[in-house]
């Protein structure tokens, strides 16, 4: 079936580093591909998405470009602000029922002033 | 618009008593979801419901545990008895037709 693999955290960065959170996936097909975002004390939401070879999904300066040459959905921002420190999780819709998520383990933010 | 409504938000009980967990999807949406998460084994899939039918319990941990929905606004899960190993925050979440998932608030329970 499905899966999906990030990097573990903590990331621990300064205000106004560039970001990246690594993320990898095994799928038979063309699944969609997710990332959602939990700060603390809340759900999970959604970041962004793409749901085709070589799309980019954008919001809120994060990025993400589906690769499937190298099946990875990398999560980028070009200057962390404080207000980012979160928990990010990649998902990917599941192989016979799209409805379904396989989410990640999660890869935990934290910026610093 | 209201979001995914969760209640209660925390969850304090004795081992052995029954839990109920309940969830108000987002109006509109036919797919309703219960995932647990805890440190140890992140963000579990319980059980899917679409058009108020179960689809996939396949993650539902064992019998205590049972979900229902009756209608197209409410679902509820519920864990009797109780034991300190659920101790989790339990999330709904609801989505329309092959749409990203809406997640509630969460409800935080503790099993003493």
């Known amino acids: 079936g499905n899966s999906v693999t990030q990097m573990e955290g903590p990331v621990t960065l300064s205000e106004e580093a560039f970001l990246t959170i690594n993320c990898t996936y095994t799928a038979t097909g063309y699944p969609s591909l997710f990332w959602y975002v939990q700060y603390p004390g809340e759900g999970l939401q959604l970041l962004l998405k793409a749901t085709k070879a070589d799309d980019k999904g954008s919001n809120k300066g994060f990025e993400a470009t589906y690769r499937k040459e190298t099946t990875s959905f990398h999560l980028e921002k070009g200057s962390v602000q404080v207000s980012d420190s979160a928990v990010y999780f990649c998902a990917l819709s599941d192989l016979y029922n799209t409805d379904k998520l396989i989410f990640g383990t999660g890869t935990r933010l934290q910026v610093f002033p | 618009d209201a979001g995914v409504i969760q209640s209660p938000r925390h969850e304090v009980t004795e081992m052995g008593q029954e839990v109920t967990l309940r969830c108000k999807p987002i109006?509109?949406?036919?797919?309703l979801f219960w995932y647990r998460q805890t440190m140890m084994r992140g963000l579990e899939l319980l059980i899917y419901f679409n058009n108020n039918v179960p689809i996939d319990d396949s993650g539902m941990p064992e019998d205590r545990f049972s979900a229902k929905m009756p209608n197209a606004s409410f679902s509820t899960l519920k864990i009797q008895p109780s034991e300190p190993r659920d101790s989790a925050v339990y999330f709904c979440a609801s989505s329309p037709d092959s749409q990203p998932q809406h997640f509630g608030d969460g409800t935080r329970l503790s099993i003493l």
């Open positions: 109006s509109g949406h036919n797919s």
